[in-house]
Each structure stands twice: as structure tokens, then as C-alpha cells.
């Protein structure tokens, strides 16, 4: 395995796991709201479109949180139902890393050694652009996510204390 394969490993698995987050969301309100829809049923229309939570805040907040990920669902559904994420800079890095110290030619204009600094520098380049996005869409998540869980939370308490008074 090589760097551009881990590297390339790595923004798959936060493309693929940044757009989850919105599902765990959705389970979570199923639960809270003790809706008993089926794991394999639950979906934005189904929950946001249901009586006990459409009267509530929850929908609104749900739909803050699909925003901040809307724009890498279709990446995530590229990666997992087509192919592998690639941009020109991935591919790139990646046709750099084709080339060992065998595979270089002596007669090359350019030393190994070359090679190997300029992957090493993009390599630092792509991965401090990412880290910067991924940054910026971490922090929009978190600013989403804590009115959601105080909504959550506050019907959480509210259901907690209607089944206490049946029990």
C-alpha cells in the first residue's frame, strides 16, 4: 500500500462517513420520538414528514444539518456506488506513486530523489487543503448538530416523563 492509496483511503472514509452522520441523526430522532420505524425505512421524508416531529423544531434542525453535508452526499454516493474518489490532485499524487527506484530510469532527466521530494511536498499540500475543507465542514457540523441534540434532548425528557406518569 502506498501513501496516495492510504491517502486516498483515508478522504474516502471521511466522505463516506461525514454524510452517515445525517443518517445517525435520523435514527436517533426515530428513537427519541419512539416512532418504531424500521431501521431500513428510515429516510429525511419519512421522519421529517411524521406528525410528532413535524410539530416540533427537530425538522428544521435536521434540515441544518443535511446543508452543512449536502454538497458531499453526491461524492459519497459516487465512492461507494461507482468508483473511487478522484480529483486531478489525487490523481496525480497517485501517478507519482506508480514509480519506484526500480521503475525509474537512470537516464531520467531528474534523480529518484526528485521524485520522492515532490511527492512528499504534494502529498503535504493535498493533505493540509483537505484537513482546512474537512475543518470547515467538521465545524458547521458541530454548530448543526448541538441545536438538534438540545431538541432531542428537551423531547427525550419529555417522553421520559409521559412514560413515567403511565408506569
Known amino acids: 500500500m502506498t501513501r496516495s492509496d492510504d491517502l486516498l483511503y ?5 466522505l463516506i ?3 452517515s452522520v445525517y443518517d445517525g441523526c435520523l435514527q436517533l430522532t426515530n428513537a427519541v420520538f419512539h416512532l418504531c420505524i424500521s431501521d431500513e425505512m428510515v429516510g429525511h421524508g419519512v421522519i421529517v414528514k411524521n406528525l410528532h416531529v413535524a410539530r ?12 452543512v453535508i449536502k454538497s458531499e452526499e453526491r461524492e459519497r454516493h459516487a465512492i461507494i456506488h461507482r468508483h473511487s474518489h478522484m480529483d486531478p490532485e489525487s490523481e496525480r499524487i497517485e501517478r507519482l506513486y506508480m514509480h519506484t527506484k526500480e521503475t525509474w530510469a537512470a537516464n ?24 482546512k475543507e474537512f475543518g470547515t465542514i467538521n465545524a458547521g457540523l458541530v454548530d448543526a448538530l448541538g441545536p438538534l441534540f438540545d ?16 408506569v
Not at 428537551?154 to 413515567?164: I, W
Request: charged share 35%; glycine share 4%.
Open 10 to 14: 483515508n478522504v474516502e472514509n471521511y
Open 151 to 166: 431538541d432531542l434532548l428537551s423531547e427525550y425528557r419529555r417522553q421520559k416523563g409521559r412514560l413515567q406518569k403511565i
Open 56 to 67: 416540533t423544531g427537530v425538522p428544521r434542525r435536521l434540515k441544518m444539518v443535511k446543508k
Open 17 to 19: 462517513r461525514i454524510v
Open 108 to 131: 531520467r532527466k531528474h534523480p529518484y530523489s526528485r521524485l520522492i521530494n515532490a511527492r512528499a511536498h504534494m502529498v503535504k499540500a493535498y493533505t493540509a487543503k483537505r484537513r
